[in-house]
């Protein structure tokens, strides 16, 4: 069975086509600058030479089509016809308090994906193109929707509540949502797998930390509470994102620097984390490089790693205990450095790294606690199309 697994935004979209049979991608690729006369569409088929085209894409129909075309391409092509992918998955950022789990699309799904756009206006009304536009293209395929909160539904109210007046969730639904939830789940099936435990029987702190970074807590395979909140913007630090903050300095900023609620908005998400902080840049790579000989670098990287730690040692009181700490994403999978900084701190917990397997670059999951670690540390490389087409298949063939 053939899936094919969608993730769009406003101006691009990023896909993969795997064959279910083996979990294998056949093809991949991306379309940039939707909307433009000189949109990049970029076709990787695994086994053929990757291959750009730059022409006129003005929508996320036309795109599609032209992804398609190049998937049955005789040169380029992956597939013989189009009718061989039986399903698409769609990842849908927001899913609200309506969706706890990866859902087949109908009109009821649309008008309630529609319903979150004012919690994700960045994001969900791109994901709702991409579905309509696949429906265009492949009307008698069943699209899924697959959620970035879904996994964190489970979360219990008082860790989901904003100590707001109570008004504020009734009305808006301003509470604490999560997200990368998709990668959080993969890591922890993933770990339980490789630890040949039951996932029901552990507790585990997973770290995503890529470019956006949430740490979640996940007590026997519940999502209980996550970094992350009503939007992106809560909880750790990141590339360019500020994480936790003292709210009111919102309203004395904005007076003091004269800013509007765009700006400090701008502010907050894009000039702020790892580059507000370092001057240098979002990348964990380029902080880690200037670490010795630059003092802003050097506190960046400080307090990104604090915070981590911070939330670590929270999640482990909110579950009373912990047997398996997970780090994934770009830098979570990459930064030794930032591992053992962490790690070097959990002494309390009992966690203990051994620093040349820490040390020691591989793609695979893997171990980098000692045998005598209390707590079971492990790295774990994520893989969110990967979910979004095992999900995909469950739904499917959990519907005929
Ligand atoms: P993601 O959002 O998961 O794609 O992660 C992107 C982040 O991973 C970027 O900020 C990169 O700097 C970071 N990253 C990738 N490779 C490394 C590495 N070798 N060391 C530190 N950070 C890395």
Redesign the pocket.
């Known amino acids: 069975m053939k899936i094919f697994v969608l993730n769009c935004g406003s101006s691009s979209l990023k896909y993969q086509l795997f064959d279910m049979q083996d979990e294998s991608v056949i093809a991949s690729g991306k379309v940039e600058r939707i909307g433009m006369e000189d949109a990049i569409l970029t076709h990787e088929p695994t086994d053929k030479e990757e291959v750009k085209l730059v022409t006129e894409i003005l929508d996320h129909t036309t795109a599609i089509e032209k992804v398609f075309d190049f998937l049955v391409d005789p040169k380029h092509g992956v597939i013989k016809n189009v009718t061989e992918i039986e399903a698409v998955g769609h990842r849908v950022v927001h899913g609200g308090e309506v969706f706890s789990d990866s859902v087949k699309v109908d009109g009821q799904v649309k008008a309630a994906i529609k319903g979150t756009f004012d919690l994700a206006p960045l994001h969900n009304p791109a994901n709702l193109v991409g579905i309509e536009a696949v429906e265009t293209v492949l009307p008698n395929v069943p699209n899924v929707a697959v959620f970035d909160t879904a996994f964190h539904q489970t979360m219990p109210q008082n860790a989901f509540m904003y100590a707001l007046p109570r008004i504020l969730y009734k009305k808006h639904k301003i509470r604490r949502y999560g997200f990368h939830g998709t990668s959080h789940k993969y890591v922890c099936m993933k770990a339980a797998e490789f630890l040949n435990k039951p996932l029901e029987q552990l507790k585990i702190v997973s770290c995503h930390i890529?470019?956006?970074a949430s740490v979640t807590a996940v007590n026997k395979g519940q999502s209980i509470d996550t970094s992350m909140g009503m939007t992106p913007l809560e909880g750790l630090m990141m590339?360019t994102r500020s994480g936790d903050i003292d709210p009111a300095i919102i309203p004395f900023v904005m007076d003091k620097e004269d800013l509007t609620l765009n700006e400090v908005n701008s502010m907050l998400n894009k000039h702020s984390g790892l580059l507000g902080v370092s001057g240098i840049g979002?990348?964990?790579?380029?902080i880690?490089e200037n670490m010795e000989t630059n003092e802003n670098a050097k506190l960046a990287f400080d307090m990104y790693e604090y915070r981590i730690r911070k939330y670590i040692g929270a999640y482990a009181a909110a579950m009373d205990g912990i047997d398996v700490l997970i780090f994934t994403?770009?830098?979570g999978e990459?930064?030794n450095l930032?591992r053992k900084a962490i790690t070097d701190h959990l002494s309390y917990l009992g966690v203990e790294i051994d620093d040349e397997i820490n040390n020691t670059r591989s793609k695979q999951i893997r171990r980098i606690s000692t045998p005598e670690s209390k707590v079971e540390v492990l790295v774990v490389p994520?893989n969110e199309e990967l979910m979004i087409a095992r999900d995909t298949l469950r739904i499917v063939k959990s519907s005929k």
């Open positions: 890529g470019n956006g590339g979002s990348d964990m790579r380029d880690e994403a770009g830098v990459n930064s930032l994520t």
